[in-house]
């Protein structure tokens, strides 16, 4: 049993679950980014599949990498379970300065991975603007209504979860740009509540999940392998551009009811701190809180081995 794994993954799973922060950030500064997505590549694709009909279950256990997903899964849940009981609390009550905190996260981890590009030609430099631009874009733009269409669920689970290993796009983001946020999340609490009724619902976003994380690994594999410059630089434009959702003081400009009916903020504008009207702007914390996500990153990176030396020893 590897903590470190684990512990990486539970980091991801608190990301993943605040729209706005990615599970893929946190994957590619901790070291694992490109072993998650081999792994993924091959569990979901033809490799293993052959290895288990010709070698048995053991060898395509290995084949898949299984105790690293099996740990860094174990790891996500429980992140999960801390944001929900945790995080989300702290973003009740202080969310200038939980949001301070990601916001000096990102731009370190924008940093960290723009250091990763050995040589800066014009098409990286153009990829780091068109990423900057699509991040950007994704911010600003309203929430679409969502659907109960199994069509469109399953494309929404493709979706999110290409973004989920997408660093700088958070998949909860992209679901509530897609209005399926509160569709697929009350989907899965009423099934875990033990109703049934809307099972469908959450069989085929699993569906498009496993799908859609098939493919975009795969593709993601084969841009780093073949084109890792331009690939870093729009990964770095990304990260750069959901800056604007992470701005630590944000005005709500449309709201919409939860499932609690309480009013939440869909679309938010990023505000100087003297013009923040969502309550205290906890200015003093919300730069400790930046301060500590701008260091974070560095620290981990110093204690991180070389991504090629991961990559090499795979026995966990």
């Not at 914390?285 to 020893?313: C, N, R, S």
Request: glycine fraction near 12%.
């Amino acid at each position: 049993m590897n903590i470190t794994i684990i512990l990486k993954g539970m980091a991801m799973g608190i990301a993943e679950a605040i729209p706005g922060v990615s599970g893929g950030t946190i994957a590619f500064i901790t070291g694992i980014y490109e072993r998650l997505l081999l792994a993924i590549g091959k569990i979901l694709g033809p490799e293993v599949i052959g290895t288990l009909r010709k070698e048995g279950i053991v060898a395509a256990w290995k084949a898949a990498d299984g105790g690293f997903l099996l740990q860094l899964g174990i790891g996500m849940v429980g992140g999960l379970i801390l944001a929900v009981l945790g995080i989300t609390e702290l973003l009740v009550h202080y969310p200038p300065v939980v949001w301070g905190f990601f916001f000096g996260l990102i731009i370190s981890s924008a940093i960290y991975i723009g250091r990763q590009i050995t040589h800066w030609g014009g098409v990286s430099i153009v990829l780091l603007i068109l990423g900057i631009a699509i991040a950007y874009f994704l911010t600003t733009i309203n929430p679409m209504a969502g659907s109960s269409s199994l069509l469109f669920v399953f494309l929404a689970g493709a979706i999110a979860i290409s973004a989920l290993i997408l660093p700088g796009i958070s998949g909860s983001f992209i679901l509530l740009l897609l209005g399926m946020y509160t569709v697929v999340f009350t989907a899965v609490r009423d099934l875990v509540g033990g109703e049934l009724g809307k099972i469908q619902i959450v069989i085929v976003f699993a569906l498009g999940c496993l799908i859609g994380l098939a493919l975009f690994s795969r593709l993601l594999t084969y841009t780093f392998k073949s084109y890792p410059n331009q690939t870093l630089a729009i990964l770095t434009g990304f990260m750069l551009g959901s800056l604007n959702k992470l701005w630590p003081w944000r005005n709500p400009l449309t709201t919409r009811l939860n499932s609690k009916g309480e009013e939440v903020a869909l679309l938010e504008v990023p505000v100087l701190p003297d013009n923040y009207t969502e309550g205290d702007t906890f200015l003093p914390g919300v730069i400790i809180a930046f301060l500590v996500g701008l260091i974070i990153v560095f620290v981990m990176d110093h204690f991180t081995p070389d991504t090629k030396d991961i990559l090499e020893d795979k026995e966990i």
